[in-house]
């Protein structure tokens, strides 16, 4: 870790990024003195960035030890991805809502928000098509969040929006080892997915997310699991969402 390079925006997103992406691996002893010449700050923001990560549950440190990347979290893999199943279905919900309240005309004008969001999604579909094109399945680890995000985002539920972004830093730890998850066979389900929720339609736009969020988990499991556990968890449908908000009957800005 001796090759400096310049300041990111935010040092503890960099070091995040690099325990993510397995430059960091799991049982790394990092120092700040390290860090900071790595990225080119002082040890002040590397001190904090380690505090914030130790408490994402990235790093460990032990008094007269030190820090070091901590591992995979393996055994709250299942749970990581139920919780995110549940949350997934609500924001597709939700946003296919509010798309059908823009068509009706009773949501209010945001300022070409909805737009630009709906824009930046087209983005992040067309270069997972690129990548997938020439193989480059690296990337689509980036790409994969930024589309789940951005339809959170579509959703206009901050709480909901937050929540995911939480969640998905360590599914994307997760999904960055399963080449299952973010191979060529589960891509295309995003422009599916956005389709629903084009069309206005929150139970296509649930079932569609519910089902694609599944097979990321299923394929992870599979990995992990006794045959008899992913073949149970396959056969069953999707986590349902018992309570609709407000959002989904008028197109309202809960949080």
Request: net charge negative.
């Amino acid at each position: 870790m001796s090759d400096p390079r310049p300041a990111p925006p935010g040092v503890v997103d960099a070091v995040r990024a690099d325990i993510v992406h397995g430059v960091l691996q799991p049982g790394t002893r990092i120092t700040e003195a390290a860090l900071a010449e790595r990225y080119g700050v002082s040890r002040v923001p590397v001190r904090e960035a380690l505090r914030g990560l130790e408490a994402e549950g990235f790093v460990e440190s032990r008094p007269n030890v030190g820090s070091r990347v901590a591992d995979i979290p393996v055994d709250e893999a299942d749970d990581l991805f139920a919780v995110r199943e549940a949350l997934e279905i609500s924001t597709a919900r939700r946003a296919a809502s509010r798309a059908r309240a823009r068509f009706s005309g009773a949501d209010a004008d945001d300022g070409g928000e909805w737009l630009r969001l709906r824009r930046e999604l087209e983005r992040v579909l067309d270069e997972g098509d690129a990548a997938v094109e020439v193989d480059e399945l690296d990337r689509l680890v980036d790409l994969n969040e930024r589309f789940h995000i951005g339809v959170a985002e579509l959703s206009r539920s901050s709480t909901l929006a937050t929540l995911l972004r939480q969640l998905s830093r360590k599914i994307e730890w997760l999904y960055a080892l399963d080449e299952f998850s973010r191979g060529k066979r589960l891509w295309p389900d995003h422009r599916v997915i956005l389709a629903a929720v084009d069309a206005g339609d929150p139970d296509r736009a649930g079932e569609l997310m519910g089902r694609h969020v599944r097979e990321s988990r299923v394929g992870y499991l599979s990995r992990t699991a006794p045959a008899e556990v992913v073949a149970e968890l396959r056969a069953a449908p999707p986590a349902v969402v018992a309570v609709r908000s407000r959002a989904e009957t008028d197109g309202g800005d809960a949080s």
